[in-house]
Nanobody, 121 residues
């Protein structure tokens, strides 16, 4: 069983930065970040393979967000820069047994409880 615990969310102004963390227990393969904005469905943000050599990003965050992972302590990160109000959402960490980097939430097997990110103007 894999448990995921996110942290690092909060309130930030437009143009600011935040770094989200996800501590994972148990063995994981590829991992990803999803988000769910107010009144919207949950969507893919970024994903990374187990080795960290393969990453994928949603078009809306390319060039602004960076996903990474630290293998030694099995922690996933999401560095978010140049934040806009459109980035306001609950952010979820997810892990999959697949060696690929899926973009569909149905391909992920484990989920964290989510952390709120609010970008204010």
């Amino acid at each position: 069983q894999v448990q995921l615990v996110e942290s690092g969310g909060g309130l930030v102004q437009v143009g600011g930065s935040l770094r989200l963390s996800c501590a994972a227990s148990g063995r994981t393969f590829s991992m990803g970040w999803f988000r769910q904005g107010p009144g919207k469905g949950r969507v893919f943000v970024a994903g990374i393979s187990r080795s960290g050599d393969l990453t994928d990003y949603a078009d809306s965050v390319k060039g602004r967000f960076t996903i990474s992972r630290h293998g030694a302590d099995n922690t996933l990160y999401l560095q978010m820069d140049s934040l806009t109000s459109e980035d306001t959402a609950v952010y979820y960490c997810a892990a999959t047994k697949s060696p690929a980097v899926p973009v569909w939430e149905g391909d992920y097997d484990y989920w964290g409880q989510g952390t709120q990110v609010t970008v204010s103007s």
